[in-house]
């Protein structure tokens, strides 16, 4: 061994070693940003026990932060505008906007917040938060799937979509409307739908 290669050897093995010591470096969680574009957020109200009527918020906005290698899910927050409620019957839309039931004016915004998820299954998850109307914050549990992540082939942004599920009572927000004489159900149902961008 020439006394260059002498030398270099234990550099080489020490700066080796080094390296070696050094955890691999960990991927942040993203954040990703609902696109307006496309999602949807419906609901199911029982009508004096006969059907059930389907209405929907046409303007909902949200983001929230997923790390795809842990499955993590934080930081979710969805903000309704209530005034953006639709059930195909004009009348009917006012009167959900009046204080009978959103009293969208003085109440503008529904909001659900969840610091963190469980998750129940390989993209399964429940995500226990609070959800804000008419100014009062009850419990709210969402169970979801995560249906795919991918590059749109449409304008190329990285797309995660997810189905999400849950329901709260009318009354445990004072939206007490219809309940006593059962001509409103007091139980909503509600169904979100959504492809979200990652940031």
Partial sequence: MTPTRRLLLPGLLALALGLAA?????????????????ISMGF????????????????VRGSYSFDEDTGALSDVRIEVDTRSVFTSHAKRD???????????NEFPRM????????????????????????????????T?????????????TYVMGVSARGSFKRSSYGM????????????????LEFEAKRQ
């Fill in 176 to 191: 007490n409307y219809g309940v006593s004489n059962g001509w409103v159900g007091d139980e909503v149902p509600l169904i």
């Fill in 94 to 104: 006012q009167h959900l906007m009046s204080a009978d039931f959103l009293n969208a």
């Fill in 44 to 59: 199911l109200v029982e009508h004096l026990g006969y059907a059930k009527v389907l209405g929907m918020f046409r303007a």
């Fill in 22 to 38: 050094v955890p691999p470096a960990q991927a942040a969680p993203a954040r990703f940003q609902l696109d307006p574009e496309h």
């Fill in 111 to 142: 909001v659900f917040t969840a610091a963190a998820a469980r998750k129940t299954g390989e993209r399964s998850y429940e995500i226990p938060g609070q959800l804000e109307l008419l100014g009062r914050s009850q419990p709210l549990t969402l």
């Fill in 144 to 156: 979801a799937t995560w249906n795919k992540s991918g590059t749109s082939p449409i304008d190329k």
